[in-house]
T-cell receptor, first 115, second 114 residues
Framework: DVKVTQSSRYLVKRTGEKVFLECVQD?????MFWYRQDPGLGLRLIYF???????EKGDIPEGYSVSREKKERFSLILESASTNQTSMYLC??????????????FGSGTRLTVV | AQKVTQAQTEISVVEKEDVTLDCVYE???????LFWYKQPPSGELVFLIR??????QNEISGRYSWNFQKSTSSFNFTITASQVVDSAVYFC???????????FGAGTRLTVKP
């Protein structure tokens, strides 16, 4: 069964900490994405990557950065966590080309609380 | 950029009722893809359906059906004879052909009461 795995289900961090959210996929997908989900706002795209070492800003990249050193791993980094970054973070992956629009495979999410 | 609107924030129905979830989208592309995802309480998004912009045929899958109308830029989702297990948040999403990044609506929380 294909999988997108997010390293933590729940995370509590302090304001100002540097936070790493890890995502690994085993489907050899080219594309990987990070979204955050907030009530009433749906899923908002933070960053995405089409290939190793490539990254593109989504709709709300401020306060975040990403790293993709290997094809299967896409990390979201909060350089200095703030309380307004308390949210559910969802990672997804997809294939490219004609297969890209067959939809994404999502991880189970990481619920991050910044105190 | 593409945009998806789900005007219904929450819907509550009693089991066996039919329910329709609305989705309206905006895009300048002529080729695009529309999706519905289900997010049960466990949190993981589950893919339900994909529809491309050239295929306006309605689709039925068991108790689920989808009505795609380009004239009104809508892609509505109907659950017939709803069940308690249908309780979830449902997201409509849009992906343009030349962009692999998908945009989601705000979601509709459906509660089906026994």
């Amino acid at each position: 069964d294909v999988k997108v795995t997010q390293s933590s289900r729940y995370l509590v961090k302090r304001t100002g900490e540097k936070v790493f959210l890890e995502c690994v996929q085993d489907m050899d997908h080219e594309n990987m994405f990070w979204y955050r989900q907030d009530p009433g706002l749906g899923l908002r795209l933070i960053y995405f990557s089409y290939d190793v070492k490539m990254k593109e800003k989504g709709d709300i990249p401020e306060g975040y950065s990403v790293s993709r050193e290997k094809k299967e791993r896409f990390s979201l980094i909060l350089e200095s966590a703030s309380t307004n970054q308390t949210s559910m973070y969802l990672c997804a992956s997809s294939n490219t080309g004609l297969e890209a629009n067959y939809g994404y495979t999502f991880g189970s999410g990481t619920r991050l609380t910044v105190v | 950029a593409q945009k998806v609107t789900q005007a219904q924030t929450e819907i509550s129905v009693v089991e066996k009722e039919d329910v329709t979830l609305d989705c309206v989208y905006e895009t300048r592309d002529t080729t695009y893809y529309l999706f519905w995802y289900k997010q049960p309480p466990s949190g993981e998004l589950v893919f339900l359906i994909r529809r491309n912009s050239f295929d306006e045929q309605n689709e039925i899958s068991g108790r689920y059906s989808w009505n795609f109308q380009k004239s009104t830029s809508s892609f509505n989702f109907t659950i017939t004879a709803s069940q308690v297990v249908d309780s979830a948040v449902y997201f409509c999403a849009l992906s343009e052909y030349n962009n692999n990044d998908m945009r989601f609506g705000a979601g509709t929380r459906l509660t089906v009461k026994p």
